[in-house]
């Protein structure tokens, strides 16, 4: 809506309204009121034509998410207990990995003690996919050290049919995909346990070199230390960089001090895409401390929602007609200028709602009706 345009009707419209109320002539009063409820009424149709309703997820169509935080863990390894602050925290978390610009119409509320409910209205079925598997995606970050003689052990436990080697475990890197569509599947012997976890990186962005797309990731000063440590101490060795229990890329450390600094590259060699650096390092960015399990999913096509919206238009229009008639018939002339001032209210109530942005219809839920407990049969004294 053009600034000008507001502040010069809103302007007119609190002049008129002192003209109007400072005024003790009987004409001039009623002239100016009749102008004033006309300019108020234009104001909120240029309003609702320049801004558009809201539409809830009900008329917009889009899908609603109910989520379900499973316990997490402490230090220790020992279970930990979903809290009020875990819910308000995935809540943030979630805020800044679907909607990292702002720009979408997200509602968040948590629900219960472990639950969240999660409402996108708007999105497409390839923008649904993308935000079940961000939903999921806890973006556990580790850094572990690759064996020595990493490929060379991996043969040599297939060939002792199993029998793992003591301190380490094998671990799959994220599947790729060649040119004539063969997956690729490796793995390498790691540590049993993360050298580094992903709760010392401070920040993580997307970066491009002639290598392609990379994830760039910055630690705070405690990880820095950590790392640079670490890198000292095996120094021409590989580190393996995991996320959720898969390896994205197992770089060699090249230098004994890195600044706080480290990079993931991924891709089959080709490097991320765009889109993948970017969701990798926004989930980096904002890991969960507690998994999450969606319990249910539900979708409204924006066919639907439109059709809805075109059946109460002619609902109103409808009921306006017989409301008018009644009213005509009824009271005259009198019944005429109720109708007037009833669509003129109309107006300004839809007016309003586009200027503040609410959404129509407002999110509700069903009342849950319960019985009440049985009472106690009374007993007879004697």
């Known amino acids: 809506m053009n600034p000008f345009a507001t502040f010069l009707v809103g302007a007119s419209l609190l002049l008129m309204l002192l003209l109007y109320v400072g005024t003790a002539v009987h004409t001039t009063k009623r002239r100016v009121g009749t102008l004033l409820i006309i300019l108020t009424a234009f104001a909120a149709i240029y309003t609702i034509e320049a801004m558009k309703l809201q539409l809830g997820i009900d008329l917009q169509g889009g899908s609603e998410f109910i989520?379900?935080?499973a316990p997490g863990k402490n230090d220790d390894g020992t279970p930990k207990a979903v809290t009020s602050s875990d819910v308000q925290q995935a809540i943030a978390i979630l805020e800044r990995r679907l909607n990292?610009?702002?720009?979408?119409?997200?509602?968040l509320q948590p629900e219960g003690a472990d639950r969240i409910v999660i409402q996108m209205p708007g999105i497409t079925e390839e923008e649904i996919k993308e935000v079940r598997k961000t939903i999921q995606t806890v973006a556990h970050l580790e850094f572990r050290r690759v064996h020595p003689d990493s490929q060379?052990?991996?043969?040599?436990?297939k060939a002792r049919g199993g029998i793992k080697e003591p301190g380490w475990i094998e671990m799959s890197y994220t599947p790729t995909t060649a040119k004539d569509g063969t997956v690729i599947n490796r793995s390498e012997l790691?540590?049993?346990?993360a050298d580094i976890e992903g709760k010392y990186v401070s920040k993580a962005?997307?970066?491009v070199d002639a290598e392609g797309n990379?994830?760039?990731?910055?630690?705070?000063?405690?990880?820095?230390?950590?790392?640079?440590e670490l890198a000292a101490v095996h120094y021409q060795k590989e580190m393996a960089i995991i996320v959720d229990g898969q390896i994205h890329s197992a770089p060699r450390l090249q230098a004994k001090q890195y600044g706080g600094r480290a990079e993931i590259s991924g891709g089959g060699g080709k490097g991320f895409s765009q889109q993948e650096a970017d969701t990798l390092a926004t989930l980096l960015s904002n890991p969960l401390q507690n998994p999450m399990l969606i319990l249910s999913e539900s979708s409204v096509s924006s066919a639907y929602g439109q059709s809805s919206i075109d059946q109460g238009k002619w609902i109103g229009v409808a009921a306006l007609l017989i409301t008018t008639c009644f009213m005509m018939f009824i009271y005259r002339l009198a019944g005429i200028v109720a109708i007037v001032g009833l669509v003129i209210n109309i107006a300004i109530l839809?007016?309003?709602?586009?200027?503040f942005g609410f959404t129509s219809p407002p999110r509700w839920?069903?009342?849950?009706i319960r019985p009440f407990p049985p009472l106690p049969t009374p007993t007879s004294r004697r």
Do not use: H, N, Y
């Open 205 to 207: 962005f997307r970066t």
């Open 100 to 107: 990292p610009d702002a720009s979408k119409d997200l509602s």
């Open 350 to 355: 839809f007016g309003a709602m586009a200027l």
């Open 67 to 69: 989520v379900q935080l």
């Open 190 to 193: 790691v540590r049993d346990s």
């Open 214 to 228: 990379k994830v760039s990731l910055q630690f705070d000063s405690a990880g820095a230390k950590l790392f640079d």
């Open 152 to 157: 060379a052990k991996l043969e040599q436990i």
């Open 365 to 368: 839920k069903p009342l849950m």
